[in-house]
């Protein structure tokens, strides 16, 4: 397995816009994890699903964030309006029903300007 | 969510042991304790994980105290490529994969040729 899949890599848009983050989870994985990671903050979850359903979307920060899981190789994290406190480097992980680890996707460096 | 403590910062030279401490005196019964680290510029990779006895993995150890309120990742021989942030997570065993996965600060790992 190639492991899990974000794109794009590396996103630069100006504040205001709509900003749209996608992860492909490891096949057979069935937990999604959103993670926001800054200097100052951190590794910080932001929402995590298991078999598409969101169970604690505590962490998102306000109601201009949002997540979805349409089905079990894809989920999205959508910005809108982005600002540029939004910076930061997004990470996508997932996990198996009976595995203990949870594998983390290389992120998306996201800048707001 | 049960919290932990570790140090900001650790040295060691290369191809020495290296023991990252823990403390996470809130742990309860059904906690299993986590490691990961972070390489620069990378996601945060699982190293190690367990509940009450010792584990051993390729790569590393993880010695847990019998009143299970602090552990210790051991390295046996730091590498070049072991510096990083090392995480110690708490992980609460809800069922199924109930569960998320809730990062600190981590201790930075920096290995001295």
């Known amino acids: 397995d190639a492991g899990v899949i974000q794109s794009p890599r590396h996103e630069v848009t100006e504040m205001g816009q709509e900003v749209t983050l996608r992860c492909k989870p490891i096949?057979?994985?069935?937990?999604l994890f959103w993670y926001r990671q800054t200097m100052m903050r951190g590794l910080e979850l932001l929402i995590y699903f298991n078999n598409n359903v969101p169970i604690d979307d505590s962490g998102m920060p306000e109601d201009r964030f949002s997540a979805k899981m349409p089905n079990a190789s894809f989920s999205t994290l959508k910005i809108q309006p982005s600002e540029p406190r939004d910076s930061a480097v997004y990470f996508c992980a997932s996990s198996s029903q009976q595995g203990a680890e949870a594998f983390f996707g290389q992120g998306t460096r996201l800048t707001v300007v | 969510d049960a919290k932990t403590t570790q140090p900001n910062s650790m040295e060691s030279n290369e191809e020495e042991p290296v023991h990252l401490p823990c403390n996470h005196s809130?742990?309860?019964?059904?906690?299993?304790i986590h490691w990961y680290r972070q390489l620069p510029s990378q996601g945060p990779e699982y190293v190690i994980h367990?509940?009450?006895s010792n584990v051993n993995n390729r790569m590393a150890s993880l010695a847990i105290a019998e009143d299970r309120k602090s552990s210790t990742l051991i390295l046996h021989r730091a590498t070049l490529r072991d510096a990083a942030v090392y995480y110690c997570?708490?992980?609460?065993?809800?069922?199924?994969?109930?569960?998320?996965?809730?990062f600190g600060k981590g201790t930075l790992l920096t290995v001295n040729p």
């Open positions: 809130t742990i309860s019964g059904t906690d299993y």
């Open positions: 367990g509940l009450t």
């Open positions: 997570i708490l992980r609460e065993d809800s069922g199924g994969s109930n569960y998320k996965l809730t």
């Open positions: 096949s057979g994985h069935n937990s």
